[in-house]
C-alpha cells in the first residue's frame, strides 16, 4: 500500500520534471520556429511553469511538490547576478535575463 503511494508520487514527479524540461526546451526554441521576441518565449515558459501548480491536489504528501521545486532554487540562483561564480553565471546567462 505505502509501496504504491510511493510509486504513484514519484511518477507524478517524474512527469513534473518532464513537463518543466520539456517547456524549457520548447520556449528556448518558440522565438526561432515562430519568430516572436525572446520576451515574448520567456513569458510563454513562465505561463507554462504557472499550471504546475494545478497538479498539487494529485501528489499526497507535501514533500513531493517540494521535491519538484527544490533544485531550481540553486539553478535559480547560479543563474542570477548574484552568483559566487561568475563563469558559471555567464553560461546560464540565458535562464537569468529579464
Not at 39 to 48: A, D, E, G, P, Q
Not at 55 to 61: D, L
Not at 62 to 72: E, G, S
Request: net charge positive; with cysteine; aromatic share 18%.
Amino acid at each position: 500500500m505505502i509501496f504504491d503511494e510511493v510509486f504513484m508520487n514519484v511518477l507524478l514527479m517524474l512527469l513534473c520534471y518532464f513537463y518543466i524540461l520539456l517547456v524549457i526546451f520548447v520556449s528556448g526554441r518558440i522565438d526561432k520556429i515562430l519568430g516572436i521576441s525572446r520576451k515574448t518565449s520567456r513569458k510563454f515558459l513562465h505561463v507554462m511553469i504557472g499550471n504546475l501548480p494545478f497538479i498539487i491536489p494529485f501528489f499526497t504528501s507535501n514533500i513531493y511538490p517540494f521535491l519538484v521545486a527544490a533544485p531550481f532554487i540553486p539553478v535559480t540562483f547560479f543563474a542570477s547576478a548574484y552568483s559566487p561564480f561568475k563563469n558559471l553565471s555567464r553560461k546560464m546567462n540565458g535562464l537569468a535575463e529579464t
